[in-house]
């Protein structure tokens, strides 16, 4: 049979176009639906009302060429929670760079966490807001 969960959190947000630092966190400023994760749009962190897995799926766009860029779940501090799951893209020669994927990550209730991201230059880059989204849910 189906199982149903009307109550397991998530949050869908994205961002607006902006003027972006690597190794910084990632300017998601806009909530297009949530429930139970609550995230501030101001400090670009949230925190989840369950310890447990959460599943992250997104893409962060930059209108630049990179060698590389990715984006990584960190903690309240900007530590990366696994160094060995960067959601990492190369470039290509084009007018964007583009890190798109999914992960898994163990996060605690109450606890604050945010989307960083890296790139092979370090410079400042033009951010694609209507390419640059996370959708995050409760796995388990």
Known sequence: GQVAQPALPYAMVNASDATVTPNDVVPFNNVVSSRGIVWDTSAYSFTVPVTGIYSFSGNVLLNANRDYVFWAVADGSGSILQGSKLVIAHGA???FTSASGSCLASLKA?????IIFNDSTGSSVSMSGTQTFMDIHLVG
């Open 93 to 95: 020669s084009a007018s």
């Open 110 to 114: 109450s606890s604050s966490y945010k």
